[in-house]
């Protein structure tokens, strides 16, 4: 089987997503299933669905309109606040869409109207990790005007925290949430279906908290892809962290000093490399490189060590494994890694059950 390769094990995946969902499920929060770092892959998105996930949430409208017409049934919600000259799209294949901009809100709902449907928002609340959000004091007045536009149904409200600002999601932060939500549905008198509350990083909240208030939404990627929640990259009882295998192949194996000769200046990406002297070392270049994966977010499988890497290479001590030219290495990957490693051509994906 050629390499590069991204072993894909759907399995592993509908077990996570199921698990997470009956887990959030146990204190009433529901789920939307992020497709975002597999690129709308359908394959994965109807794991996601099967495993009874039926709303599925994009950062791009290109994955969304991928996934509809890959026929995967389920709804979708659009991440990321819609770019302007993409509103129509963003009519025609999200059901919903989270958003910060009155401006974008308007330019739905003219939209909605000439094509004859209606779109689903979600309101994003900055809660202080200062990403996307309309700031809390701004709030009233933004839902005043949304609540006089035709054809926009103001759905829910939603926060997302530790991305940018690497901010916790606390007890404090959604206990501000619940509050925001019970303030817009008393002044209004509306009810909100959805109180999202954030992402992956929610986990320690959700588990240590006895009182999950008005919250009763997450929106899941890296915690199902990878089985960790990501304040602290811990993995997650009862989940598979190696769903995912990016698996190399040695092109050359030879053994050479660990420290190179010459006058030492800047390397491919000028870079000015350091290495420490260990002798005399088995050292095995993989045919795979920053073109395929984002290298620093690989962690071998075997007992080796990533050395370096460039555009097409990446360079491994060998230590005691056995590594022959044509061997193949297997490496766990993080969230950069997997992102990457999906999105580009050079990677082949094969799905193993
Ligand atoms: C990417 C994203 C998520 C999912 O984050 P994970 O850490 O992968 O769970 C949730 N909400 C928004 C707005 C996002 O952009």
Redesign the pocket.
Known sequence: MTTPRLDIDIAKIAHNAKELKELYGSKGIGI?G?T??TCGDARIANAFVQSGIHVL?D?RISNIRRMRHAGVQAQFAL??TPILSQIDDVVKYADIS?NSELVVIKALSESALRQNSTHKIIL?VDLGDL??GVMPSDLESTVREVLNLDRIELVGI?T?L??LGGIKPNEKKMADLSSIATDIETRFALTLAFV?G????NYDWFISTNDTGKVNN????????LGRE?LFRKPIPGQFTDAFTLVAEVIESKIKPSVPSGVVCQDAFGNVPEFVDHGQIRRAILGAGLQDVLVSGLTPRSDIEILGSSSDHIIVNAKQVDLKVGSEVEFDLD?GALLSAMTTPYVTKRYVT
Do not use: D, H, Q
Not at 219 to 224: H, M
């Open positions: 939307f992020v975002k770092a949430a950062s991440l990321r989270l994003m990403r996307e939603g997302n530790a991305c999202s954030g992402n992956s990083a997450l929106r899941l990627g890296e915690s199902i892809y990501t969230y």
